[in-house]
């Protein structure tokens, strides 16, 4: 188990190494390195002490040219390295020298020359390589075991190589397959596409264990499940020296990527392999192992197939250009017969109707390949992927003994599906281990085998007749009576008995009219309403597209794009990624559409996604999802309600959206210039904040972000007493109002009472009004329109704007009535202010209320959160600053600052706060009440958010995880967790 001395250290030195090198693959390599560079050096201790010589860090000589030449490496030595008198800049000199010549030393054994190939240091920066040094020095050789589980940690930041449709495989998940498989000491066993050699690792620690196999969760309340016991399994004899031995040479892994290669190299050097057999090749198009056979494979291959297809080599039985064919074409071809192998599958081979997915299919239960399908949930492999899975298990010997197939469904694995994957009680896989092991006890002896009690609806056998009838071959258990008990009150039918396709195409070149096109683009996510422009001529339509006629329900059936569902109101055409559902006699397509937006439905859509480029459902998955059916009186009932919020929802949003804070100007009041009622302090020249005068603790620092979010509790840096009293004239008082100068400008707050005592930074301008204007008023004024409009045009900078000159705005003027009237202006603003987050909070309350009245149908009680507090009142959404300078950094009134640096600003909770910036919360309730994927754009629009305030407000919610990302940052798409 990784101890969290050990997890410290290595997350110590990623953030030592981020600000140079940000990319967390490359992080790795550079620990990596570092890291068998100081075991080498202990290695070297070690021979020393036991009366030999150093071999890694020593002089060595070689005949060049029929001549000795020495090959100082002695001069790398890590106390060389280390040594305090060494300078930082020929410190990088020596580290990056040694990085380099490393592969060409005589003294390093094939592994390890492997490891530092091509290998270099790339960052010069000598006080980020000190302390990266100092952080790998903590770590010792004679701790290697437990440095394997540290090295399987630090792999598992890097998560996804998704380019190459490669997904780490959850540990609980690998030491599950490892346990059913349960591969033996005289055994071969690989992995066609290791990796990082996981599943190498899991069937090493199964062996060297006894074969106690482990599928475990981590599930609250849960430790380990050690399951293979419970069924009378007999310890083993410890394994000899010699079996050992033989057991390293049985196990190999082959990989395309030389980078995981050379991870892979390290994991298992680190497990105590000292020769691992891990091999750089291309599974899919060399034959160079094409003869070889193993007793045991497991896998978990990547299944994206590049823009035009794999090109294999003739050797494969079934042709195809699909990588995920391939795959499980080439295990099912490289075992011996009595072999043995579970593989992760996309859902795409299971029921896929391409001619190559129907004659793999046929070729695993036919020729007695397969002896069960195990369906896993749609997001174990999240937050890298949400895509559907399942493990195919082969065994060719218990296969022969039996003309049925189990099939098996895993509903949960010991965490939830979402982003972060925390632990929770409920786990299938301890139980499922079990009964595969009883149904391969029943097979060996020849008895009958019924699924134990509570898995009678989710594991069922079924004959290879039976799969075999319709020709398809399909492995989706639902078909054969594997399915979820649902909750619901109400009989539960699939899609196919209330909506039917609608079969209707065109090609609009045909027509000659304008009329409704309906793209994916013109249905909102998860709001059943449309967006943007939808008459057009036909002729500006290119090729064939469904025709829809009034009552059809419109869904998108491509992702990104799901939970796009609309009713239609009238007629017209629409893209063929547009499923036309036209629901059938005696059902109500209201109720339907509404079922279909639902969070329940859309997650049942997501685990039937087949596709790696462009992942979408196909119909006859779709049309199999079962529903609920309450009786048509019933149904009307749940539509004519919430359409009921629905108005109030459609109402609440015209009021925030047309509200705009203005002060109409009476023209007897007095024009002054800010000056006149103001005294301006422009916050300390930026090299008067230098990062050395900060302190743990003592006066507070104040900066933009503080504006910004309006919020004092959270403090970064402090001064002394000292220099607190040096820089008296920037102090901030209770009552004062600050404004933010630079990047996110023109952000005003008003000091609050009881702050702490402190400093204004050089991004902010402090204003304190004098006895003829009220700072609420001041405010006010300085948000509105006029204000604003005016500062904009007074801005200068190109990428990161800033105030202009204090002198100019000084002279900018603001109306000023009586105090009197300017009491009466901030009582009626702060009025129609709380009556507007009022209705933002009606929104929220009224959406959520719909997603209840759904849930409850689908038999779920509701777990949307209350919104807003016991008194109906909501926080206001509040802007979030982009970028907080750094204290040393000089932001002049006309200079650009320099580039972000990124921080946690304040009003952002460390982590295991509470959440509390007010940016985050108005998108966060946003996505929690919008099932489905939103765009950057669509949520700031219904928000309110502006732009400035999105990266640190969705960045807070992910790690959060009360969010998760789909896609790259550039066109990504959000939804809550």
């Not at 006309?894 to 706060?913: D, M, N, T």
């Amino acid at each position: 188990m990784l101890d969290s001395t050990t997890r410290k250290n290595i997350d110590d030195c990623r953030d030592i190494l981020v600000g140079k090198v940000p990319d967390p693959r490359s992080q790795i390599d550079q620990i990596t390195v570092a890291l068998i560079y100081k075991f080498m050096h202990d290695m070297d201790q070690q021979a020393v002490e036991l009366g030999g010589k150093p071999t890694f860090f020593a002089k060595h000589t070689e005949k060049v040219n029929g001549k000795d030449e020495v090959k100082d490496f002695a001069q790398y030595a890590w106390p060389r390295l280390m040594a305090k008198e060494l300078g930082g800049e020929e410190r990088v000199r020596l580290y990056a020298e040694a990085l380099e010549k490393m592969p060409e030393n005589p003294g390093l054994p094939p592994l390890f020359r492997a490891i530092f190939k091509q290998t270099f240091l790339p960052y010069r920066d000598p006080a980020t390589l000190r302390e990266f040094l100092k952080g790998i020095d903590k770590f010792t050789y004679d701790h290697s075991e437990k440095l394997g589980d540290a090295f399987e940690y630090l792999l598992s930041i890097m998560g996804s190589q998704g380019d190459a449709g490669q997904f780490r495989t959850p540990r609980h998940l690998i030491d599950f397959m490892t346990a059913v498989i349960d591969p033996q000491k005289h055994e071969t066993i690989l992995d066609p596409a290791c990796g990082t050699a996981g599943f190498l690792i899991s069937a090493y620690k199964h062996i060297v264990g006894g074969g106690k196999g482990q599928a475990q969760g981590q599930g609250a309340g849960n430790t380990r499940h050690e399951v293979l016991g419970a069924k009378g399994a007999k310890s083993k004899p410890a394994l000899t020296p010699d079996d050992r031995k033989r057991l390293v040479g049985n196990i190999a892994g082959y990989d395309i990527d030389p980078g995981m290669v050379k991870l892979a190299l390290v994991n298992l050097y680190l497990h105590g392999f000292p020769d691992p057999h891990i091999h750089e090749y291309d599974t899919l198009t060399s034959t160079d192992r094409w003869e070889e056979r193993f007793d045991v494979i497991l896998a978990n291959p990547p299944f994206m197939s590049p823009k035009g297809g794999i090109r294999p080599h003739g050797k494969f039985g079934i042709p195809s250009t699909r990588s995920e064919v391939l795959f499980v074409d080439y295990i099912a071809e490289h075992l011996h017969p009595n072999g043995r192998a579970l593989v992760v599958v996309p859902e795409g081979i299971i029921f896929q109707s391409g001619k190559a997915y129907k004659a793999l299919r046929k070729k695993l239960v036919d020729e007695h390949f397969l002896v069960g399908v195990v369906s896993l949930p749609g997001g174990v492999f999240n937050p890298y992927s949400g895509v559907k899975t399942s493990l195919l298990w082969f065994d060719r010997a218990l296969a022969r003994k039996t003309d049925q197939l189990l099939f098996v469904k895993v509903e949960a694995d010991g965490f939830d599906l979402g982003a972060q994957r925390r632990p929770i009680a409920q786990n299938d896989l301890p139980a499922a281990y079990a009964l595969m092991m009883d149904y391969k006890r029943a097979l060996k002896e020849g008895v009958k085998w019924e699924a134990p009690e509570g898995w009678e609806a989710k594991a069922v056998v079924v004959e290879r007749e039976v799969i075999a009838k319709s020709g398809e071959y399909s492995l989706t258990g639902d078909r054969y009576g594997v399915s979820t008990v649902s909750a619901s009150a109400h009989v539960m039918v699939p899609i196919r008995e209330v909506l039917e396709k609608a079969g209707e195409s065109v090609d609009p070149q045909t027509l000659n009219t304008d009329l409704t096109y309906i793209g994916l683009e013109n249905i909102g996510q998860g709001t059943g309403q449309l967006e943007g422009e939808l008459i057009t001529h036909a002729r500006e339509i290119k090729s064939l597209k469904n025709v829809f006629k009034p009552g059809d329900i419109l869904y998108g059936k491509l992702r990104p794009n799901l939970n796009k569902v609309w009713l239609a109101d009238r007629e017209g055409i629409c893209s063929t990624d547009i499923f036309v559902c036209r629901p059938k006699q005696g059902v109500n397509g209201a109720y339907l559409s509404k079922l279909l937006l639902s969070s329940t439905f859309n997650e049942q859509v997501v685990q039937g996604l087949g596709g790696a480029q462009l992942p979408r459902v196909n119909w006859d998955y779709f049309t199999n999802i079962q529903i609920p059916l309450p009786p048509l009186s019933e149904q009307e009932a749940l539509v004519a309600e919430v359409e009921g919020y629905q108005r109030v929802i459609d109402g609440a949003r015209q009021v925030v959206a047309h509200y705009k804070p203005r002060i109409t100007i009476d023209p007897q009041w007095d024009m002054v210039e800010l000056g006149e009622v103001c005294d301006f302090t422009r916050g300390p020249f930026g090299g008067s904040l230098k990062k050395e005068i900060f302190v743990p603790s003592g006066y507070a620092v104040y900066e933009q972000g503080h504006a910004i979010y309006d919020q004092f509790d959270d403090v970064r840096y402090f001064i002394t007493a000292e220099k607190f009293v040096e820089m008296k004239r920037f102090e901030v008082r209770p009552g004062d109002v600050i404004m933010s100068c630079s990047g996110t400008m023109g952000k005003v707050a008003i000091v609050p009472e009881h702050v702490r005592p402190g400093i204004i930074n050089q991004a902010l301008l402090k204003l304190v009004p004098r006895a003829t204007l009220l700072k609420e008023y001041l405010k006010h004024w300085m948000d509105s329109d006029n204000f604003q409009e005016t500062l904009g045009r007074l801005t200068m900078g190109a990428a990161i704007q800033n105030v202009a000159s204090v002198s100019v705005l000084k002279n900018l003027q603001i109306p000023l009535p009586p105090l009197a009237e300017q009491q009466r202006i901030v009582a009626e603003l702060e009025e129609e202010r709380r009556l507007v987050a009022a209705n933002t909070a009606l929104v929220a309350r009224m959406e959520a209320r719909i997603k209840e009245r759904v849930a409850r149908v689908w038999g779920g009680g509701s777990d949307v959160q209350k919104i807003g507090r016991s008194d109906d009142r909501m926080i206001e959404p509040k802007q979030v600053g982009s970028r907080y300078p750094e204290p040393d950094e000089e932001v002049s009134l006309a200079a650009e600052p320099s580039p972000e640096i990124e921080r946690r600003g304040p009003g952002r909770p460390r982590k295991g706060e509470p959440l509390n910036g007010r940016a985050t919360e108005a998108i966060k309730s946003y996505l929690h009440a919008h099932p489905g994927w939103h765009g950057k754009g669509a949520v700031l629009a219904a928000t309110g958010v502006e732009a400035s305030a999105w990266n640190a407000a969705i960045k807070e919610l992910l790690e959060a995880g009360q969010a998760e990302r789909q896609g790259e940052k550039k066109g990504a798409r959000y939804r809550g967790v």
